[in-house]
């Protein structure tokens, strides 16, 4: 037998007898920390620390009979795992409204609704990516390396999870990524799109955008703005002690050029005031 004790966050996992408290569990020898730790429910991608005896401790560590074991939640670091490479993501199914508002925060969030739990933690390995779930079985995928358990149930809410535990707000670059399809907006002068713009916005507005992928075209419109205050709000609450909203002064000149840009969605859609340019569009997702 060996004992374990979950901390803070943690307990939302774990049965609720066994909640902020040492219990014991029997632990066959040669079990890994990590499938111990998982076989009460906690996913490996919610652990910082592990501690045996006092002791800092690794997933493959064996436990010995009476070893006492202590594990602590993620707070905004990764201690016991490779550094997190980039801020790069895939969204399970059922977390499109983040997958979105993550690209229009400018996160590259690989979403497909058809992706299965095994695709999803194929590309995660072979992309570097961090999976993002509500279902804590696909974190205990075991090449799943960087994940978050959202806790959220509220897109704006889990964005500003994720923002918060992940510490984004300073790699934040609003309306630097198609909504659509994910991949880059790349300035675009208006000779270019004139065409496929209604007239009331060829008339008023003069900067331009084009998704390298799909080809839609942004610009600045009702909609944006509307999008650009969403953002401000989620952002701000992530990170309370900055005055400034990432959303409102973009690190990133290019980002300050993209934040000119809305969206154009395929017409009535009803999701975006603009019209979609074009012949190389591709619906869904990448
Ligand atoms: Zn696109």
Redesign the pocket.
């Known amino acids: 037998m060996v004992s374990l004790r979950f901390y803070a966050e943690l307990n939302d996992f774990i049965a609720v007898d066994r909640r902020q408290r040492d219990f014991a569990l029997a632990c066959a020898a040669d079990v890994p920390l990590r499938h111990l730790i998982e076989s009460c429910g906690v996913p490996h991608t919610e652990v910082a620390l592990i501690l045996v005896n006092g002791a800092p401790a690794a997933f493959d560590q064996r436990l010995c009979a009476g070893d006492r074991v202590a594990v602590y939640p993620v707070f905004v670091s990764f201690a016991i795992r490779p550094p997190l490479p980039a801020a790069r993501f895939v969204a399970d199914a059922h977390l499109g409204a983040l997958a979105r508002l993550l690209r229009l925060a400018g996160f590259d969030t690989r979403y497909d609704n058809r992706l299965g739990d095994r695709e999803i933690e194929q590309i995660a390995a072979r992309e570097g990516r961090v999976v993002l779930t509500r279902d804590r079985d696909l974190l205990k995928r075991r090449a799943i390396v960087h994940g978050c358990h959202v806790h959220a149930r509220q897109a704006d809410e889990q964005l500003r999870e994720i923002v918060a535990r992940l510490d984004l707000a300073g790699s934040v670059q609003p309306f630097s990524r ?1 909504l ?2 994910n ?1 880059r907006l790349l300035p675009v002068t208006r000779a270019l799109v004139e065409d496929a713009l209604p007239e009331r916005v060829r008339e008023r507005l003069h900067a331009f955008q084009r ?1 390298s ?2 080809a ?1 075209i942004y610009w600045q419109g009702s909609h944006w703005r509307r999008l650009r205050e969403r953002l401000q709000r989620v952002l701000a609450a992530a990170t309370p002690a900055t005055p400034a909203a990432p959303a409102a002064a973009p690190a990133d000149p290019a980002a300050a050029t993209a934040a000119a840009a809305q969206p154009a969605a395929t017409s009535g859609s009803g999701t975006f005031d603009g019209a979609c340019a074009t012949s190389r569009t591709s619906r869904g997702t990448r």
């Open positions: 198609c659509v399809c991949a998704c992928g799909c839609r």
